[in-house]
T-cell receptor
């Protein structure tokens, strides 16, 4: 059974801090790992990682995948209150595309 | 405890037929969400239920889609006169409350319309 585990479950930091969110996985036929930001309704897509060791970057957010150790991290630098959200990690099952999600990390940025 | 369950796991149907997808949320979770995940695309919100409030149907793509929920328990998503573009994985999630509680996702139903 595919498994995705995220840590920490929740995190509260002050504006301007840097945070690192973790995602470890156990899946068969791994192909990619996805990060989502969920504020209200549908999670919004952040990154798709397929290659180990290659950092994906978008503004203050960046993510990297370690396929040997089966984990990924999501970094957010110079956090802002708008970064407050739940960050979801998910892995699609190769073949049927069903996503296995972690339960997410709830990030709260205090002004 | 038991997580969110969905049934069926897979469904293949012919174009034009109606399908019904089921979601059993975690007991005690007041909020329930339906999403759609098309191949190669991100999650697409469809509808959510919160307690006894009127559901937010703003994400339903057409009037062929409808969903019901009985109290704070089982929900069904119905797609009438299915089209090939309805082929996707349909995910259900539940949470203790709306918006700021972690959502626990079910395994999804993979719908294929031929």
């Amino acid at each position: 059974e595919d498994k995705v585990v995220q840590s920490p479950l929740s995190l509260v930091v002050h504006e301007g801090d840097t945070v690192t969110l973790n995602c470890s996985y156990e899946v068969t036929n791994f192909r990619s790992l996805l990060w989502y930001k969920q504020e209200k309704k549908a999670p919004t897509f952040l990154f798709m990682l397929t290659s180990s060791g290659i950092e994906k970057k978008s503004g203050r957010l960046s993510s990297i995948l370690d396929k040997k150790e089966l984990f990924s991290i999501l970094n957010i630098t110079a956090t802002q209150t708008g970064d407050s959200a739940i960050y979801l990690c998910a892995v699609p099952n190769f073949g049927n595309e069903k996503l296995t999600f972690g339960t997410g990390t709830r990030l709260t940025i205090i002004p | 405890g038991a997580g969110v369950s969905q049934s069926p796991s897979n469904k293949v149907t012919e174009k034009g037929k109606d399908v019904e997808l089921r979601c059993d949320p975690i007991s005690g979770h007041t909020a329930l969400y339906w999403y759609r995940q098309r191949l190669g695309q991100g999650l697409e919100f469809l509808i959510y239920f919160q307690g006894n409030s009127a559901p937010d149907k703003s994400g339903l793509p057409s009037d062929r889609f409808s969903a019901e929920r009985t109290g704070e328990s089982v929900s069904t998503l119905t797609i009438q006169r299915t089209q090939q573009e309805d082929s996707a994985v349909y995910l259900c999630a539940s949470s203790k409350g709306l918006l700021f509680y972690e959502q626990y996702f079910g395994p999804g139903t993979r719908l294929t319309v031929t």
